[in-house]
């Protein structure tokens, strides 16, 4: 199973011929690595509405016919936009496909969906290819983020955002990664824009000094395989 980093929070799982987007911010992403018309998806997940996150989410569903997993909420407004095969579970729940499962964790944060309705940001636990992939989505640390580690199988990856201000920062990533046991972190959600530049080096750093997992770092465009 293949992640390829595409800038920000935007990430591709690929397994065979699934091809799993989240979170399709490009457009307007100086980070991103591809434009929206270049994906391919077979299925997009969201975890919050925010624009960094909502991306081009409407136009890629539209134009590859997708499966899109997201929020009730925000479900309901790309189902009025026009998108079609979406799924809304809510903060719990898990909405299952052939190639495996996604469930929606709590994320702490705040959301509005693009038509300005506030919302519940999550968090994403993604089963696909024999592995768990964790995006932890946009939130601060709390120590509920422990649960997803114990529940069933372990955590092979977690995409974790690090960039601080609107998220937890490199420091209180450290504790995250610690919580969430993974075998594997990848950090997200910096260096984007100003408010969000941070030291990924020194988080690795700092993770692989004081918990057991793993930093992979990657560069807009790089692959870990998984
Ligand atoms: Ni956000
Ligand atoms: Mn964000």
């Not at 929070?9 to 065979?16: K, M, N, P, Q, V």
């Not at 969430?180 to 972190?185: I, L, N």
């Amino acid at each position: 199973m293949d992640i390829r980093f595409l800038g920000h929070a935007c990430f591709e799982l690929t397994e065979g011929d699934t091809r799993v987007l989240v979170d399709p911010f490009l457009t307007g992403n100086p980070k991103a690595a591809v434009e929206a018309s270049e994906v391919d998806p077979t299925h997009i997940l969201l975890t919050h509405g925010h624009g960094d996150h909502y991306g081009d989410i409407e136009a890629i569903a539209k134009r590859t016919g997708a499966s899109v997993v997201a929020i009730v909420e925000i479900a309901d407004e790309l189902e009025e936009a026009g998108v079609e095969n979406v799924a809304d579970p809510n903060i719990g729940g898990t909405v299952k496909f052939d190639w495996g499962w996604v469930k929606l964790t709590p994320a702490w944060h705040t959301s509005t969906t693009p038509k300005g309705t506030q919302n519940t940001p999550a968090g994403l636990l993604i089963h696909i290819g024999g592995k768990l992939v964790y995006h932890l989505g946009d939130t601060a640390l709390f120590s509920d983020l422990k649960l997803a580690a114990g529940r069933g199988d372990p955590i092979d990856v977690a995409l974790m955002c690090i960039g601080g201000h609107y998220t937890m920062d490199r420091i209180d990533a450290v504790t995250a990664a610690e919580f969430v046991g993974a075998g594997t972190v990848i950090p997200c959600h910096y260096d984007t824009f100003p408010p969000v530049e941070t030291d990924a080096e020194a988080f690795k750093a700092d993770v692989e000094s004081q918990t057991s997992s793993k930093v992979q770092v990657l560069q807009p465009g790089e692959t870990f395989s998984a």
